[in-house]
C-alpha cells in the first residue's frame, strides 16, 4: 500500500524516529525531512496568516479537524503543532472531520441531544463512516470504519 501511494507524491517517504515522514526538497536545493504533524503546523500556520490579513484581526484559538482514523497520539501531535508549536494558536480543539461536518449542519440541534448521527464522508480518496452521539453538544464516537482506497483515485 505504501509503495503504491509513494508512486502518487511528489516526495519521498522517510523513516524517521520509527514512523514515516517525508522528504522533500526546496526550491534552492535544500533537501528537509518531516513528519506529518509539523507539515500541519506549517499549513495552519499560513492558513492562520492568511484568516487575520482577511479579517483584519488576530486568531487566538482554533478548532481544527482530523480523520477518524487519528490515534490519540496522532491527536496530540496536531493540538501540539496547532496551538504551542508552529500553528500559534493559544487554544486548538481536535475533533472527527465527521462531528465537525455534522455540527455544522446542526444535526445536534435538529435531531435532538442523545440521539445518534451517522455520517458517511466518500471522496478525496477515502470513505468513512462515523456514528457518534451529541451530548451536551458535544459529538461522542460509538463506532467508525474508514477505507483509504474506496473513494476514487488520486489524479494529478
Not at 491527536?75 to 455544522?104: I, N, T
Request: glycine share 12%; net charge positive; hydrophobic share 40%.
Amino acid at each position: 500500500m505504501v509503495k503504491r501511494e509513494a508512486e502518487l507524491v511528489p516526495y519521498q517517504f522517510t523513516e524517521q524516529l520509527g514512523r514515516c515522514g517525508i522528504q522533500m526538497e526546496t526550491e534552492d536545493g535544500h533537501v528537509m525531512n518531516f513528519l506529518p504533524e509539523r507539515v500541519a503546523g506549517i499549513l495552519m500556520a499560513e492558513l492562520k496568516k492568511m484568516a487575520e490579513a482577511r479579517l483584519g484581526r488576530e486568531i487566538e484559538s482554533a478548532l481544527v479537524t482530523v480523520p477518524g482514523h487519528f490515534n490519540g497520539a496522532q491527536r496530540s501531535s496536531v493540538r501540539r503543532e496547532a496551538a504551542r508549536l508552529h500553528g500559534g494558536f493559544g487554544v486548538a480543539k481536535v475533533v472527527d472531520e465527521q462531528v465537525a461536518a455534522a455540527a455544522a449542519y446542526r444535526l445536534h440541534e435538529k435531531r435532538g441531544d442523545g440521539k445518534v448521527v451517522l455520517v458517511f464522508h466518500l471522496g478525496g480518496r477515502t470513505s468513512h463512516a462515523t456514528k457518534f452521539r451529541f451530548k451536551d453538544g458535544t459529538g461522542h464516537l460509538l463506532e467508525e470504519r474508514h477505507d483509504a482506497y474506496l473513494g476514487g483515485t488520486y489524479v494529478s
